[in-house]
């Protein structure tokens, strides 16, 4: 973990998810990039400016002061990036600043204090974990920051699922959590037991971090059976990936999961993007021939 993007709009949720951000990337030593993306700055807020391009220039450094002021209130040795971007989309803000920082982790609050224009609800942290490259930590509106003793990561047992779970045992390292994989299965699920136990020695093949473990559940209403599990043993952390599957995976751990979960949960979620974490290992794949050779 080299680099954290921290995207906030000044809201209380987004001041609570700076917490796990700040964290985050003390405890890596990571450089941390806060960030705001704003709209066409308004007229009345630069009375004296005309020009367009004169009024932006003069937003950009407002809001760089901004958050540069509100850094100032922690305790910190850090020395973050203050980015100001203008852009009328949120989510294509993010995007040009993850295209172009390439973070290990986006950092986001999931409620924002414009729920006219969305940001920061819905259809904005959807499209991030749709579309990022990067994992996206979404904090939700009433999470209080404590170290992740104890990570829930909901799975299908799939192999792109150890790729997952290769990124997420670097990002809590430092905090040496906890690691419990769940599967929820209906009752006629062919060979559950059998998959789990496939998937138990695939892990134990690959990773040799050792305080994982694992368990099936029975339902046929996964987002109730994951919910009601990780508000009964008080998890730090739940750990999802989006999907591109069909068929019964995709009946089962449909993207509507990751939605559902994010609003309803009072932990953060942290979404892994199945697209992206095949592209990287590809990525990390060619840069091991190149060592090699």
Known sequence: MKKILYATDFSKNAEKAFD???????????????????????????????????????????Y??????????????????FIAV??????KGILSMIKEHKPDLVVTGTKGKSKLKEIFVGSTTKALVKESPAPVLAIPENSKYKDFNKVLYASDF???????LEQLIELVKPYKPEIRIIHVSTESEYKGHEKMEWF???????????NISFELLLSDTIFER?????NQYDYDMMVMLEKERHGIVKK???????WKMEFHTRIPLLSYNEHYIHA???????KSDKVDH
């Open 226 to 230: 994951v919910n009601t599990y990780q």
């Open 280 to 286: 990287k290992d590809d990525q990390d794949i060619k």
């Open 200 to 210: 138990k020695d695939l892990v134990k093949d690959n990773i040799s971090y050792k």
């Open 20 to 62: 796990f951000a700040l964290n985050i990337a003390e405890k890596h030593h990571a450089d941390l990039i806060m960030l705001h993306v704003f709209d066409t700055p308004p007229v009345w807020g630069h009375p004296y400016i005309t020009d367009p391009a004169e009024m932006a220039i003069a937003a950009i450094k407002s």
């Open 158 to 164: 799939q192999e792109v699922d150890l790729l997952a």
């Open 64 to 81: 760089e002061s901004k958050l540069q002021e509100f850094f100032e209130q922690f305790e910190s040795g850090m020395q973050p990036a």
């Open 86 to 91: 203008e852009n009328n989309s949120t989510v």
């Open 252 to 258: 089962l751990f449909n993207e509507d999961l990751v």
